[in-house]
């Protein structure tokens, strides 16, 4: 099964208002790949999908345990195939190639949310917080593909199930997870309009180093750096973040 990895400084990129990278062009001497299209590697036979390479076993080696339990997840995943196999199409040859086309990214991500949620479901505590949260980072680049195709009621509809998904499981979440998951419900608050809600997130952000002990350089306070600046903008300029002034995810402000 092929996997596709980007290496670091080949593409210029830029964030959507989620947090989400698009890439626009390649840097020098380099050739431009949208890895947004290519990233979820999928098993042909039984459909498991995923972004994370340790998920799959490499061709040469040494064999290493997955980091889950292989036997409790594949007994229940095979009963689920017929559902997968429509999602891919008639054809599954394009699983194994380099180029994709919109809609077989966004159904590599369909397959990926299937196999984050059975990933979760026998999974325990902090892991399965784990693939709970990557399913939301799937949802919300479904999105992204999907408004940059001008589907706004596909791309708005994955927004709100990241929304309804990230709520869930916020108050198990803590330190990175929950000031990442903070910024993200607070950006998606805005966008929607739901100001009063926003605000919660928001203060959650800003009160965050009074409640837990931030010590200088740790992730916790690498985090708060990257998210807060760009979190207090959208609330400055919450009327040019919301759904019906922008044209898709994207602000001008956002880095």
């Known amino acids: 099964?092929?996997?596709?990895?980007?290496?670091?400084?080949?593409?210029?990129?830029?964030?959507?208002?989620?947090?989400?990278?698009?890439?626009?062009?390649?840097?020098?001497?380099?050739?431009?790949?949208?890895?947004?299209?290519?990233?979820?590697?999928?098993?042909?036979?039984?459909?498991?999908?995923?972004?994370?390479?340790?998920?799959?076993n490499k061709q040469s080696g040494k064999k290493v345990e997955p980091p889950f339990d292989n036997q409790a997840f594949s007994h229940d995943w095979q009963k689920g195939l017929p559902l997968r196999e429509q999602a891919t199409g008639k054809s599954t040859a394009w699983l194994g190639k380099e180029k994709r086309s919109h809609q077989q990214a966004m159904a590599s991500y369909e397959l990926?949310?299937?196999t984050s949620d059975q990933l979760a479901v026998i999974s325990k505590d902090k892991q399965a917080l784990e693939h709970q949260r990557r399913s939301v980072?799937?949802?919300?680049?479904?999105?992204?593909?999907?408004?940059n195709k001008k589907e706004r009621e596909k791309a708005e509809s994955c927004i709100e199930e990241a929304e309804s998904r990230l709520e869930n499981l916020f108050t198990n979440l803590t330190k990175v997870p929950v000031i990442r998951s903070a910024f993200v419900l607070a950006i998606i608050k805005i966008y929607?309009?739901?100001y009063e809600q926003a605000g919660?997130?928001?203060n959650i952000l800003k009160n965050y180093d009074r409640n837990n002990i931030v010590s200088a350089g740790s992730p916790e306070y690498q985090a708060l750096n990257q998210v807060m600046g760009r979190?207090?903008?959208?609330?400055?300029?919450?009327?040019d973040y919301a759904h019906d002034a922008l044209e898709n995810f994207h602000h001008e402000d956002v880095g």
């Open 1 to 56: 099964i092929p996997y596709w990895f980007l290496r670091t400084k080949t593409m210029n990129t830029r964030n959507n208002i989620f947090g989400i990278p698009v890439y626009q062009k390649p840097k020098a001497c380099k050739e431009f790949c949208d890895y947004n299209l290519i990233q979820i590697t999928v098993c042909p036979q039984c459909l498991f999908a995923s972004n994370q390479m340790d998920f799959f």
């Open 112 to 114: 990926a949310l299937m």
């Open 137 to 147: 980072s799937f949802l919300l680049i479904q999105a992204e593909l999907a408004m």
């Open 192 to 194: 929607f309009k739901k």
């Open 200 to 202: 919660d997130y928001l």
């Open 231 to 239: 979190a207090e903008l959208a609330w400055q300029d919450r009327a």
